[in-house]
DNA sequence: TAATGGATGTTCT
DNA sequence: GAACATCCATTAT
């Protein structure tokens, strides 16, 4: 599998996050190779967009999202937990790919372990767990995943059914289907109500 | 099956 | 000082 370089999240972002749908995540970490499918990502832009960071504009915790595609921008959120996103967009226009979730490959073990629980379908599913599971902290912030031999993204086969749906936990910018998901895919977080609408790729 | 609230801390107004 | 791209257990329907 080859990894995916700068011209891949040099794009539109909503189709740098369908095209992410399918992809595997690898993170090293103490030794350890935790690798995972990814089946669930939300987009998010800039002045366009107000459910975004970058909203509002370039501020200091917003930096990453505005600079060059391809690179990690770790955030803290709520008090406990940490979110992963890749940016995207050429350089100055902000954009980014929140990783919701993935399907366990490899160290699930290790993953486990990091999570405190047994369940394989819930130990990276949602933001907050994936982060725990992989062992992905503020440090990794503006890594870059097209040079980094901690954190990376592998081209994956192009997933069939990806659903379709308002992303969650947003209060504003509604309107916008930005969140992508494997239609059956287990690993997913949400429950039926954050179902949305169905598409199939070609 | 859906809504609620507590833990917890950074960012921005 | 309020809001927040969360998670999970608890409570209400």
Same mark, same amino acid.
Request: glycine letters at 12%; hydrophobic letters at 35%; zero cysteines.
């Given at each position: 599998m080859a990894r995916l370089g700068r011209s891949f999240y040099s794009r539109y972002t909503p189709d740098v996050a369908r095209d992410l749908v399918g992809a595997t995540l690898v993170r090293r970490v103490e030794g350890k190779v935790l690798t995972g499918r990814v089946v669930e990502v939300e987009a998010y832009r800039g002045?366009?967009?107000?459910?975004?960071?970058a909203y509002r504009g370039l501020t200091k915790r917003t930096w990453v999202m505005f600079g060059?595609?391809?690179?990690a921008y770790v955030y803290f959120t709520m008090g406990m937990h940490y979110c992963l996103n890749i940016t995207t967009e050429e350089e100055g226009e902000p954009g980014a790919v929140l990783i919701r979730a993935i399907e366990p490959i490899e160290g699930i073990e290790e993953m486990l372990l990091r999570r405190g629980v047994q369940d394989v379908t819930r130990v990276a599913r949602g933001p907050g767990n994936l982060t725990r599971a992989l062992g992905?902290?503020? +440090?990794?912030?503006? #890594?870059?995943l097209v040079t980094s031999r901690e954190l990376y993204l592998l081209r994956g086969r192009r997933e069939e059914e990806i659903g379709v749906s308002t992303r969650i936990?947003?209060?504003?910018? +509604? #309107?916008?289907?930005?969140r992508l998901y494997?239609?059956?895919?287990?690993?997913?977080?949400?429950n039926r109500s954050h179902r949305g609408t169905s598409a199939s790729t070609g």
């Open positions: 002045a366009d967009d107000p459910a975004s960071h060059e595609a391809g690179h992905i902290d503020l +440090r990794l912030n503006g #890594e870059d936990g947003v209060s504003s910018g +509604r #309107e916008m289907m930005w494997v239609e059956a895919s287990p690993f997913v977080s949400g």
